[in-house]
């Protein structure tokens, strides 16, 4: 268990990537390289960024090469334990399998979500202190919402509390969580009380019987609990897509110190080598 005075971080990595044929036939999905790092690297950088230094990694069938790589988080400067699931069904069911392991506050990151700048996942963990809901989470702006959670803040805010939730909906059904033209998607990063395991044993099955974490956040709004959503001020991209892939890659290359930054892989390269080395 972890210790109630600290927030830990859970990242889920058992997903398909069916998306991303046919390289992930052969690779798990977060272990695309972006800018020199598989995906799930940065997403460990992410949660390090927020001050958390104990990580739970659900993995599942064929992840065998996110674990070679992440390790025990000791190069990375993370302490991580792994949490096998069993069966994929779904997002919630993922996040549920931190149950026996997790009694305080922690953070859910995607391994298959690279957000920048790194200091949002901070700032996420700053405003749910603040006003201590059962969760807080990180959204985005999209402007077709049928590939994602959408969420309605109350006052059409930045940042606020969510009025509701809806997994997945139809163009029809989302007319009411339009703002200004677009809509607010949950993008992978959340902060949860561990009461959040409770609405998730409650949940029902979904949209191809997967138990969503939307469905499990809805239910809970229902019941009277406190949601509060953070609109994300950086970049977003969700590995499960090329076109999302590829644009952001080129994007992000604008900005790139190539130097430094190969300065830096070749370090952690050497530091690693010598380690095993010494063994």
Not at 224 to 231: A, C, L, W
Not at 236 to 260: A, R, V
Request: net charge positive.
């Amino acid at each position: 268990m972890a210790r109630k005075d600290r927030i830990v971080g859970l990242i889920p990595a058992a997903g398909g990537g069916t998306r991303l044929y046919p390289f992930s036939r052969a690779v798990p999905k977060e272990m695309y390289p972006i800018l020199g790092k598989a995906v799930i690297e940065h997403s460990v950088e992410n949660l390090k960024a927020g001050n958390i230094n104990k990580i739970f990694m659900v993995v599942g069938y064929q992840k065998g090469a996110l674990m070679d790589y992440i390790g025990d988080g000791s190069f990375f400067g993370v302490n991580v334990s792994y949490v096998y699931q069993m069966k994929r069904k779904g997002l919630g069911h993922a996040i549920y399998q931190g149950k026996n392991w997790i009694d305080t506050t922690f953070v859910t990151l995607l391994g298959d979500s690279f957000i920048e700048p790194k200091n949002e996942i901070k700032e996420l963990i700053n405003v749910h202190k603040k006003h201590k809901p059962l969760a807080t989470l990180l959204l985005f702006d999209v402007k077709d919402p049928r590939g994602y959670g959408i969420a309605k803040l109350k006052n059409n805010s930045k940042v606020g509390e969510i009025e509701k939730i809806k997994e997945k909906p139809t163009i029809k059904e989302a007319v009411e969580y339009k703002i200004n033209g677009g809509y607010y998607a949950a993008c992978g990063a959340y902060v949860f009380e561990p009461k959040i395991f409770e609405y998730l044993k409650k949940t029902r099955p979904g949209i191809r019987g997967e138990i969503q974490i939307t469905d499990a956040l809805d239910l809970a709004i229902q019941n009277g609990e406190k949601i509060f959503g953070v609109v994300l001020k950086g970049k977003y991209l969700d590995i499960g897509k090329w076109n999302t892939i590829l644009n952001t890659e080129k994007e992000l290359m604008k900005f790139l110190d190539m130097e430094l930054h190969v300065k830096e892989r070749e370090k952690m390269m050497k530091r690693i080598k010598s380690h095993e080395e010494g063994e």
